[in-house]
């Protein structure tokens, strides 16, 4: 298992970063719960999800209509996934805690389980994100990701040219001035 360690002293980028981040919220008046577009969202993944396995218990479609209603089936699982239940498990649904659980348990629903999704993502995945061998998400098991060194990771897969070079600089001089090990 790789070794990593933080500066558990001094975290300037991440004070920096969360100042900026609550700062943008509050000077364009925006809704850090998601507000109505959120919920809208939400309830037309519901709703749909349920709309579409009636169809599919109740009506039996033949042919291709059972395939199309299957893979839409499978998007609007999906949606909800990386949707409602994301943001439920992160608490940031809405701002009231019972709300955040309900959709949250939506992945249960899903055949998951919210409780271990929420100590594999919100606890391992971003206390170490991108920390190979660390980060579950980036494991370099064939089933899982690419392999464990950046050269095998396909073409398509690589990423880093799409963020902002000022990310770089920042994580750079985070580095020189005893941030993050």
């Known amino acids: 298992m790789s070794h990593f360690s933080y500066n558990k002293a001094q975290h300037p980028f991440f004070d920096t970063l969360q100042k900026r981040v609550y700062d943008y919220f509050e000077n364009n008046k925006i809704d850090m719960s998601g507000g109505?577009?959120?919920?809208?969202?939400?309830?037309?993944?519901?709703?749909a999800a349920v709309v579409n396995y009636w169809l599919m218990v109740w009506m039996v479609p033949a042919g291709g209509w059972s395939v199309l209603l299957?893979?839409?089936m499978g998007l609007?699982?999906?949606?909800i996934g990386f949707n409602v239940m994301h943001d439920g498990a992160h608490g940031s649904f809405s701002?009231?805690?019972?709300?955040?659980?309900?959709?949250?348990?939506s992945l249960n629903f899903m055949g998951g389980d919210v409780?271990?999704?929420k100590i594999k993502h919100n606890l391992v995945h971003h206390s170490f994100t991108n920390v190979e061998g660390l980060d579950d998400d980036t494991a370099s098991d064939p089933m899982v990701g690419p392999g464990?060194?950046?050269?095998?990771?396909p073409w398509f897969q690589n990423t880093k040219g799409?963020?902002?070079?000022?990310?770089?600089?920042?994580?750079?001089s985070e580095k020189k001035e005893g941030g993050a090990q």
């Open 36 to 47: 109505w577009k959120l919920w809208s969202k939400a309830m037309f993944y519901i709703v």
């Open 70 to 72: 299957c893979v839409t």
């Open 76 to 79: 609007l699982l999906a949606g």
């Open 95 to 105: 701002r009231y805690a019972w709300v955040n659980n309900v959709m949250g348990f």
């Open 115 to 117: 409780n271990l999704w």
């Open 148 to 153: 464990s060194k950046p050269e095998d990771t």
């Open 162 to 172: 799409l963020y902002p070079k000022e990310l770089d600089k920042n994580q750079d």
